[in-house]
């Protein structure tokens, strides 16, 4: 079983503009690495239930990276989406309305090969850009 952890932000954007930017691949690649030494090449999203995602996630001299990669499980139009990765950990997203403002949530299955806090801190920072993203527009 795996421990689920949880990072949000709060941003004063409409719900409509919170959801288009995180589901949005010429957005995904402005937001979607943790530090200023990586990147976001590509973002292949095909956003339909039963529809796959793929993220290259790189380091800017190119001498590392990965695939984000996976399935759509449930999408609830700007209120939920639920997403399998590859390696079968679930990740929900949530975008709350609160008056005037959104909260984004997310919850994602913690892997057992690197510490909680660090993967917390990782996931964070991603949202935390996301946030900037989102608030430019």
Request: proline share 2%.
């Amino acid at each position: 079983m795996h421990k689920k952890v949880i990072v949000e932000i709060t941003t004063y954007k409409s719900i409509y503009d919170a959801w288009n930017v995180f589901i949005n691949p010429d957005y995904i690649t402005q937001w979607n690495y943790a530090s200023d030494s990586w990147c976001c090449p590509t973002a292949i999203n095909d956003f339909v239930i039963h529809g796959t995602f793929s993220y290259l996630m790189q380091s800017k001299d190119k001498k590392h990276g990965f695939t984000f990669s996976g399935k759509y499980i449930s999408i609830i139009e700007q209120r939920e989406i639920v997403y399998e990765l590859d390696d079968g950990r679930i990740v929900q997203v949530d975008f709350i309305q609160e008056g005037d403002k959104v909260i984004v949530r997310e919850t994602f299955d913690a892997e057992k090969s690197n510490p909680i806090e660090i993967q917390r801190t990782g996931w964070q920072s991603i949202l935390n850009r996301y946030k900037m993203v989102l608030e430019r527009m």
